[in-house]
């Protein structure tokens, strides 16, 4: 008997070409090139236009996904962000119109950084189920639009870009399929990484800096070893898999010390663990599809690898999930020919 499964069909992504270095911010907070690269291992990171849009970014990687796919229409598109382009309607919407999709249901799933792994579990979810064929899942953000450029404890860290991949039905031993996803929350500690005010908790912000991005980084990187390597051991336990299965890792890419933290935790050899965050920083949700477009692109991710994604972020909210690579083809996220 053939067991229906979700398979990864096509990944793309966009890095807005402007890059802000860590000279940059050196130039304007009291920071330096030296720090960020111990304590983050970010060199440098992507930055949208003033005016360029969430959905402008989705629209790039979208499309980019939808080619890898080889496919020109999907049954749904499943998009994960923090920062829409307005607080309503959902910014699917506006993607799925704009990449000529048609009418299909288009909505958005809010996880923060572990955004890609729930979208991931709705968007495997419906096509398991049989609802759909097809859909398109895209990751956006424009962390630029949240982040106080005067905080060097976030400042540093975050970039914009946006990666998608196209999920059809397909049966379970297949290349691209899906193993169980496994999620968790934890709404407790909800307060660590948040933006106070624009919410109707509070309307506006009662101090400054209420209106943007806030997180308790120390306590907060504590939270993302644990969760991530024990979500991840669940994954691979429901998986059938060991952690010597694993290789390669794709985990989000919130802090090197942490992806390093977690490699170990898992007993994962350096060379088995993937990252960009060199590059592109921490770009929120879609880390791990941003990851996966660039390491199939330059040869890291190749057919019939077995690879563990994990994330973890806020919420609190985590979650990880195994596949084996189907070997798709993806252009890098920082390469615009178009
Ligand atoms: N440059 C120089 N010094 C800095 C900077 C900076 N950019 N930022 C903070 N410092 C200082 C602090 O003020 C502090 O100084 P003090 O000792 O005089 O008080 C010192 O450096 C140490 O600060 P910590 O916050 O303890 O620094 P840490 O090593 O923890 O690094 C960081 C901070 C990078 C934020 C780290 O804690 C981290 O990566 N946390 C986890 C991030 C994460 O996983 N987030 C979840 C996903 S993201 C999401 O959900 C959106």
Not at 105 to 121: H, R
Not at 140 to 164: K, N, Q
Not at 228 to 242: D, K, P, T, Y
Not at 287 to 296: N, T
Request: charged share 15%; proline share 5%; net charge negative.
């Amino acid at each position: 008997m053939t067991v229906r499964a979700c398979v990864l069909a096509g990944v793309g992504a966009w890095l807005p070409p402007d890059l802000v270095t860590n000279a940059d911010l050196a130039d304007r907070l009291d920071t330096s090139d030296d720090w960020i690269r111990r304590r983050t291992g970010i060199r440098q990171r992507h930055v949208a236009s003033i005016g360029v849009a969430a959905s402008d970014l989705a629209v790039k990687a979208g499309s980019r996904a939808l080619r890898s796919a080889e496919v020109s229409q999907v049954d749904a598109v499943v998009l994960t962000t923090s920062t829409p382009d307005r607080p309503l309607p959902a910014t699917a919407p506006v993607v799925a119109a704009r990449l000529g999709l048609g009418t299909v249901p288009a909505f958005d799933v809010s996880a923060v950084c572990s955004g890609f792994l729930y979208g991931l579990f709705v968007a495997s979810g419906i096509v398991a189920a049989g609802n759909v064929d097809r859909v398109l899942l895209v990751a956006t953000e424009v962390y630029s639009s949240i982040v106080d450029p005067l905080d060097r404890s976030t400042a540093v860290i975050f970039g914009d870009g946006a990666a998608a991949v196209v999920l059809r039905a397909g049966t379970a031993g297949e290349h691209g399929a899906l193993g169980p996803i496994m999620l968790g929350a934890d709404g407790e500690s909800g307060d660590l990484i948040q933006i106070p005010a624009g919410g109707s908790r509070q309307r506006t912000p009662k101090a400054p800096g209420d209106g943007y991005f806030q997180m308790a980084g120390n306590e907060v990187f504590r939270h993302a070893v644990l969760r991530m390597s024990e979500v991840s051991r669940q994954a691979l336990a429901a998986a059938g898999w060991q952690s010597a299965d694993v290789e390669r890792l794709v985990a989000h890419q919130a802090n090197a010390r942490i992806i390093g933290a977690l490699g170990d935790e898992l007993g994962l050899s350096p060379d088995r663990v993937l990252s960009n965050i060199e590059t592109a920083g921490n770009t929120g949700s879609a880390s791990i599809p941003l990851l996966l477009a660039q390491a199939a692109a330059d040869g890291r991710l190749t057919t019939g690898q077995r690879v563990l994604l994990t994330a973890f972020g806020g919420g609190l909210a985590w979650g990880a999930a195994t596949l084996t690579w189907p070997g798709v083809v993806a252009l890098h996220p920082s390469e615009h020919p178009e």
